[in-house]
């Protein structure tokens, strides 16, 4: 590897290719439920019965004094996976979830000659799905924010209350003896002591929140992206080129969902790329996201000159009838901006971003995308598919954040809010990237200021650029601070980034780090019942209750497996490794304890406001 | 593992457990050299030539225009065995670099009866290192706070200044078309624009900065810990009752200072404290620090009762005679203080404050180190042993962040710093532990409030307790933000905290994740030249240089390891697996760059204050 020249070899594939495509097989076939240990599911009723919403509940042990410990409610978007009992058949989906609500409403009706059905047909490897296509009857626009503002709350609407109220629920009932939360700091977030179906039909009317549902995806669970929300996590799929399967990309989805991504995105770009994304949307319990440019690139062998406006916007309403609930779309890479990155150290880093402006470039015309996006939103109105405007020009470094190419963009990005709106289209805003720590708040004022309130949705950002191979840590260091200054979804960066395409275990590792500063910002924001998990644990942790320690905890498998690395197979014991037997501080301390509870409660020291 | 009152069993070891001995055996004898692949070891020297500063230097392959890329200096604290020719002998230790300075300063002679000879005979697997005690002449306080307070500019001082000064000289001859350096936001930091002997004297004169130095550690390469400084790392590392070996923990040590640690902790509760401790201060380029309290009591057999001042005493003195760099001394934990902690979740989860608290409470008196405070300083300011004034009551989960029990022994943490400084002792804070988001801030403002500018030094904070198996994560996000506020030095977290003993690959986990931490700190406070090494290696993935990406990179073999992975054995493309060919943004941008070149000149946005 001494010579940067050598032309690429990208035919010859490692021997273990076919090993892991094989692998990935197995796993989808056997594969029947992702439950973790410790936890069952159990379900939040509607008043009225007509919504079901799952949930995690882990059981605790009692206190050695007795005393029963509340079981822990865990926010949980794996579906029916999620289910101990259930029998997954990934080759033929998941239960149409939504299919009556939507009927229901009687503002959409089957589609006789779907464009995708041309897909369909070359499609070697098609599962024995059933779907079909909808789409909105003339002069319909079934799109939450359209019945947001007519004032209807829907299921889907009753079913995200329910689900982001479950925590404050919980903490009301839970032992009165625990620590109080502490006073969160929201900047300016307006998050509520309740959540009810009224307010979330009232943060999506405001545009504040999103909640993506294309009528041609049943099979999701609704879920809401919002400042006043819980925090949301995304995690990216989809193969290149040189590396990956179907299998793999359908075991790396179903590993997401276990490991909690909120939503999913299919970045694919390689072969297959209809079939890839049949096989994720009707295997997919979350929302799933895709840049449609790259489905048209690939439709033009990656010939960036040959794109075109027509084959985009085929390539839109293919995957808004196959179920694609939300787009990225570099509306907002303007001709004029493209100088602006002439003097950047990275350029532009965007894969969508650079095909644009390449595009601009050759065709010495402004980006199509921003020309037609009226049209855009015309299509996405007639699905329910919501935009998240595309930072095509985000920073590629830390040296490269917040300059004027980027800013120019996102008050562009702002304008194309206010006219998806006009088509009554739900709409995020994409963010950077890489920013060091002091320019972190700076991304999120702007984007409040010029973005009308629309939800935030931020790759990292990574904090520095050094750390190939661990840049979940450096970006979920920035992801954490961005989510506490009110960015509403957080998009993983796995520690493949910069490197090549993340595996399975790539996936896993990236989603934990950003289920971690995901909580963190929801416990920085004083999000009511946020810290009930944590005091659960560290209760669990204190009393040695170790089961329970471990499962409330991210990962259990993990924790459970160093516990018992350390000591012998089954061993359970009042201390750890760490310490051994004399040096325990928690043992040490439980006479400490007894002797001094007779003492004053503990005042709490004065908390910044 | 169904049942939490098993008695333990912790002689039944792992079966695993001797092989991890016998595999640390063969690394520490065979070992020689931690070089990284594609750096090479120079050496800053000083102006009299006195002085000679060992660094690693990056050298760069031109860029594809045939522009060449200036070589990237990197902090370095590995001592000889960054050096690729040394040639290590774990068994005979490392050259004596100080040994003449200290000689030359007179003020010091060589201890006739040393009270670790006593300790030394027990050894039964000493080495075979010449250490001759050395202690202050009466009435001689040979510390660099007494030397910088008297105006003199001590070796180790140069040493430093050339050492924090290396990025800043290196800027100014770089090429001048990277991009400028962020403004940082210090939070009321003092950085230089330069930094030279004079400044590191007048920081360490005003207690503002530490330079952790004992007479008898002369095989330590002098660094300074302080807020206008670079932020540091520790690792801890030592052995317990139920885990490692002398051989696992020198193996940890070469491991530490291999991925950058600043300073490492032999926090040893084990068996052979002594000789392990003996092993790793012969061995360590870098500063040690301990919690003497932890042998104190294995002399006790863990009889908390028996502790005593007198046997304490004698700890302190055996452990400044092998050589021990800082103290922490839990000196805050007073008896008032205890019943403050009676109703928190965790209680006291210092390991040294609960000792102290039992202590205090089995004897109904005041901590006796508290007590013998004056005689504590009189003993460290024989050999220069810098004080880490312990934060034995710091919280042990969120919900016991900053609250009063925290609070009142960070005041009396700043009353014992004035009565150090008197007696010429150096002195750093101890911080916590685990705070959310929010409340991390406060901690700083606190400490500076009643700590008189003393340096601080903090164990994360975890911002989470819900992520056990991935706390070194946790950890980072909270450690980044408080470098970032002030912090002078971070403690890291490994994946194994609250679970088990960490183990090498765990050493390495935890210090990368610091790694970044600390220098994002660095970024963020506007260090100046730390973001040469981010703009270089960015410089280097947009122009495809992968090999000088990987060898600017935090962990080289990792990056590279990751990168070849998903690409044939030893192909060098214009891309990588995660994109493949077509869809890579930086390959595609090239053009745009070519054609925009011609451009005016991005100006930057504005940036906060």
Redesign the interface.
């Known amino acids: ?4 020249t ?1 032309t ?3 035919n ?3 021997a273990s290719r076919r090993d892991k495509r094989e692998a990935a097989r197995r796993y989808i076939v056997d594969f029947k439920t992702a439950a973790h240990t410790g936890s069952r599911r159990i379900y939040l009723q509607s008043a009225d019965g007509t919504v079901a919403v799952p949930c995690r509940e882990v059981s605790l ?1 009692p206190s ?1 004094d007795g005393s029963n410990n509340a079981p822990v409610p865990i926010y949980d978007c794996s579906g029916p996976y999620g289910d101990a009992d259930y029998q997954a058949d990934v080759s033929r989906g998941l239960p149409p979830l939504r299919a009556d609500w939507i009927a229901a409403r009687q503002d959409t009706t089957f589609c006789s000659t779907p464009l995708s059905a041309l897909a369909v047909e070359l499609d070697a490897q098609q599962g024995q799905f059933q779907h079909q296509v909808r789409q909105a009857l003339p002069g319909c626009r079934p799109t939450q924010l359209a019945y947001a503002r007519a004032g209807i709350i829907t299921a889907e609407m009753q079913f995200v209350a329910l689900r982001e109220n479950m925590a404050r629920a919980a903490q009301q009932q839970a032992a009165s003896d ?2 109080p ?5 929201g900047f300016g977030a307006g998050i509520p002591a309740q959540i009810d179906a009224e307010f979330v039909r009232a943060e999506i009317a405001a545009g504040r929140a999103i909640l993506p549902a294309n009528i041609n995806h049943p099979e999701a669970e609704p879920m809401i992206i919002g400042r006043n929300f819980l925090v949301k996590v995304n995690a990216n799929i989809g193969n ?4 990956s399967s179907i299998e793999e990309e359908v075991e790396k989805l179903l590993w997401s969902v276990r490991w909690g991504a909120d939503t999913v995105m299919d970045l694919s ?2 072969r297959h790329i209809h079939q890839t994304r049949e096989w994720i949307l009707r295997n997919s319990p979350v929302p799933i996201g895709t840049v449609p440019i ?1 489905q048209a ?1 690939e439709k033009v062998r ?1 010939d ?1 000159e040959k794109l075109s406006w027509e084959l985009y916007r085929d390539t839109l309403i293919e995957q808004a009838e196959q179920g694609v609930d939300y787009f990225t779309i570099h509306a907002g890479v303007l001709k004029d901006f ?14 969508g ?3 644009l ?2 595009w601009c ?1 050759l065709h010495d015309r402004e980006n199509f995308l921003y020309q037609h996006f009226a049209e855009i939103c015309q299509i996405c109105a007639q699905y329910d598919v919501s935009l998240s405007l595309g930072d095509g020009l985000r920073p ?12 120019a963009e996102l008050r562009t990005l702002g304008e194309l809010t206010k006219i998806a709106w006009a088509y009554d289209v739900q709409v995020m805003i994409e963010g950077p990237g ?1 920013v ?4 972190v ?2 991304n999120m004022t702007e984007q409040l200021a010029h973005c009308h309130g629309a939800p935030f949705y931020t790759l990292g950002p990574l ?8 840049d ?3 970006s ?2 920035g992801a ?2 961005i989510g ?1 200054f009110g960015c509403a979804m957080l998009c993983y960066v796995t ?8 595996d399975k275990e790539d996936v896993k590792q990236g989603l ?2 950003y289920k ?2 995901a ?3 929801d ?4 999000h009511p019942g946020a ?1 009930l ?3 659960a ?3 669990a ?7 329970d ?2 499962h ?4 259990p498998d ?3 497996a ?25 043992k ?6 007894a ?3 007779s ?10 406001a």
């Open positions: 590897m001494s010579d940067c050598t690429p070899k990208i010859a594939a490692p042990h050695p625990l620590q939360q502490h006073t969160g700091e290149s080129a040189v590396s770009t390689g790259y690139l990656g960036v493209i100088p602006l990155t002439a003097r950047r150290i990275t350029g532009i880093v965007s894969r971003g650079a095909i402006a390449q470039q590629g470094c830390v040296a490269d954040a917040n300059d004027a190419a980027q800013f890489h060091p720590l002091q320019l708040q700076a904090i520095t650029d050094i750390s190939p191979g661990y979940h840590i450096a979920g260091i954490a601070l506490w520690p493949k980034e910069h490197l090549g395409l993340p934990i780090a971690i500063a909580h963190a910002a416990l920085a924001k004083g810290q998990r944590d005091n644990l560290s209760k942790r204190y009393e040695f209750r170790w089961l320690q471990f409330l905890s991210l990962d993990t924790a459970k160093y516990y018992q690395a350390a000591l012998p197979e089954g061993a359970d014991t009042e201390f750890c490794a760490m310490c051994g037997p004399k040096f325990c501080s928690m040490l301390n439980q006479s400490v304890k002797s001094t509870l003492a004053p409660p503990a005042e709490r020291a004065n908390e910044p």
